[in-house]
């Protein structure tokens, strides 16, 4: 347990392993952790960074579809409006053509019917007329009677 | 077991175990090793122990060479699980600098120097679990008389490396402060400038203190650990019931100094970090 030389020995030992640890030791080491750990701290923020964005592409993505779907349900409404104008248009041609046709059908039906009573009319008043000429062949003079026989077919047709 | 003069003793024993391999210059001009204590202890001061240093300096080499190695081949990906638990002990002494040194100074050597003296102590302490008589034995098998392997239990190691300490507390005082603020610090505390003497007188002491206690508190602690495995080894011979009483006796003590060796290295770490730190600081 003497005091001796060792203790200076291990003095100047202590000051040389100190500077090889500062020197090469240390730098080399640290160094590599620090890299690393901002390596990571990177990694992390552009993790934190992708997430964000993911979120927001999805919120688009969401609002998109919302979009997309108030549009179709415009479009099946207004489609379905078109139909029904359409399906109310061909009814109400329909039913103008229908009356259309059937006011010319009945006019027409009129005017033969009328074509038919003139020329009954015409037979009837020739008939009358041949038919009183012979009961009044001889009584009746044909010159003096015509303006009665006219008056006669003016009654007749008036009727 | 080693014997004094061919004669097995207890007493022998125990010298043997605390006795250092000496090279010094004799009483007489004339260098050479020591063949026993008393050789040793007249060659005074001008004598090295040779197995102190080289297990100080060799622990302290693979300390330096390991860490360097693994510095080398770092791995950012992967690492395997020693590159792990010495980037943890990187960073250990990172945190204890960042925890205990004055933040109002900056100096790059602090975590260097906490790295080193923690993993240096701590090496060197860890030689005090190796079974006391294997190595020893193995160097009197190889014709090397003594052989202390725990150069923590040296006073010289422990006051040395405190010396180096205080070298450094000195430095950076008047570095920082300049050799006046230096003085000042001494002088005109606690008291006031018109106490300076005794000023001078408690802060010396104070000063002086620090590295002396630094240095025996690490080397009573392992010395005492030391002797107490020698004493134990002692029971080994004494008996089959008394050897196996020693046995638990010596397993319960080394896992008892599997607390104290780490304990006692970061000690010696800390206070190194204090004591710089208070000598960054200014007052």
Redesign the interface.
Known sequence: ???????????I???L??W???K???P???G??E??QK?IADGLAAAEQGQKAQEVAEKEAAELVAQAKTQAAEIIASAEKRGNTVVEEAQETATSEKARILDSAQSEVEQQVFAAREELRGQVSSIAVAAASKIAEKEIDESAHAALIDDLVQQLKAS | MASENGELTGAGYIKHH?T?L?Y?QYPDGTWGMAHSAAD??S???????VD??LW??GL?LLF?LI??S???S?K?ENPSRAQVA??SI??FA?DSKNSSFTPHAKN??I???A??VFV?VLFMNIMDIVPIDWLPELFVLMGVEYMKVV?TT????T???A??VF?MIVYYSIKVKGPGGFFKELAFQPFGPKMLPFNLLLETVALLAKPLSLGLRLFGNLYAAELIFILIAMTFSAGIGVGLLGGFAQMGWAIFHILVIPLQAYIFMMLTIVYLSQAHEHH
């Open positions: 347990m003497n005091i001796n030389l060792t203790l200076i020995g291990q003095s030992t202590f000051f392993f100190v090889f640890c500062k090469f030791v240390w080399p080491m640290m590599a952790m890299a690393r390596e | 605390l250092n000496t010094g040793a202890k060659m005074g001061f001008t004598a090295i122990h102190s240093m100080s300096i302290g330096l860490f360097r693994f510095a080398n770092f950012k010495v980037e990187f960073q990172q790059d050597y975590a260097p120097i790295l080193t240096w150069p040296d006073p010289n190691i006051l040395g490396m010396l180096s070298i």
